[in-house]
């Protein structure tokens, strides 16, 4: 996952709205959004090379959310898999702070990454590159490949159009959501992070919605959760045709 747009507690009907791209390479084989045969309470997309996943809710109502943090030069390759931190928690019984509190112990066996877990107690943030277990408070948050609310231009944009549908819809489609995942907008140069990967990629990774002939953004996710608890989970996935990217299908799933 490469962009998580927020809204939490800031809606009188949904106590969190949840909108994310998932950027990754086109040949890495990924399963779209399901219950997993082997835990059947796991709704999620699964990535079939190290069978975890990116973003995923249960259905007793526990959700995890994960983006990597870009520090080229700084990859172990035989690290764990970052992706297994969101099941085993979303299968798990733990309590965020106490699951956050256990992961923090062992952060430095991973990659760099951001975790966000929660249930209807609440919502925390910790990353192995911030070092400080945090809730994510009331509010609208962006979260990329750095830190939670970090200013880049597609944090920012997609901060601010998500809070102009809060403050101006009282009901919340899922389509308009959706709509903030496509922006393509390319920001000018002068305003892009330097994270050591070069120009050329920051320009490429700038956008919400990525394109490039092989890399990209696979798939974009829209989480609502009602103030009953009621979670609808809507995914659209992207293929690569070579003339762009297609989309596939939207899948949409309910928890009562």
């Given amino acids: 996952m490469c962009l998580i747009l ?6 009188p009907t949904y106590r969190l709205i949840l909108a994310a791209n998932r950027d990754e390479f086109f ?17 999620a997309g699964r990535d079939l090379k190290n069978r975890g996943t ?4 249960s259905r007793s ?10 520090e080229p030069g700084r990859q172990n390759p035989s690290a764990r898999s970052r992706g297994l931190l969101i099941s085993d928690f979303v299968s798990g019984s733990e309590s965020p ?27 925390y943030y910790y990353s192995n590159r911030g070092g400080k277990i945090q809730p994510v408070e009331p509010g609208i948050h962006g979260l990329s490949n750095r830190l939670l609310d970090t ?16 403050e101006t819809n009282p009901e919340i489609r899922e389509e308009a959501l959706f ?3 496509e922006d393509r907008h390319l920001p000018p140069d002068d305003s892009l992070p330097d994270t050591g990967v070069g120009l050329e990629w920051e320009r490429m990774l700038s956008p919400l919605f990525i394109t490039s002939d092989f890399y990209g953004t696979r798939s974009s996710s829209v989480i609502l959760i009602d103030r009953s608890g009621r979670i609808t989970f809507s995914e659209r996935t992207f293929s690569n045709t070579g003339s762009g990217p297609a989309e596939n299908e939207i899948r949409r799933f309910f928890i009562e």
């Fill in 6 to 11: 927020l809204s939490v507690d800031s809606h």
């Fill in 27 to 43: 040949d890495r084989p990924t399963e779209p959004l399901a219950f997993w045969p082997d835990a059947p309470d796991v709704l």
């Fill in 54 to 57: 990116w973003l995923a809710v």
């Fill in 61 to 70: 109502g526990r959700l995890a959310a994960l983006t990597n943090y870009r």
């Fill in 97 to 123: 702070h106490g699951y956050l509190e256990r992961i923090q112990t062992n952060g430095d066996e991973y990659n760099g990454f951001n975790l966000i877990v929660g249930d209807e107690t609440g919502l």
């Fill in 151 to 166: 200013p880049w231009p597609k944090v920012e944009l997609g901060k601010s159009k998500l809070q102009e549908i809060i």
């Fill in 179 to 181: 709509r903030i995942l």
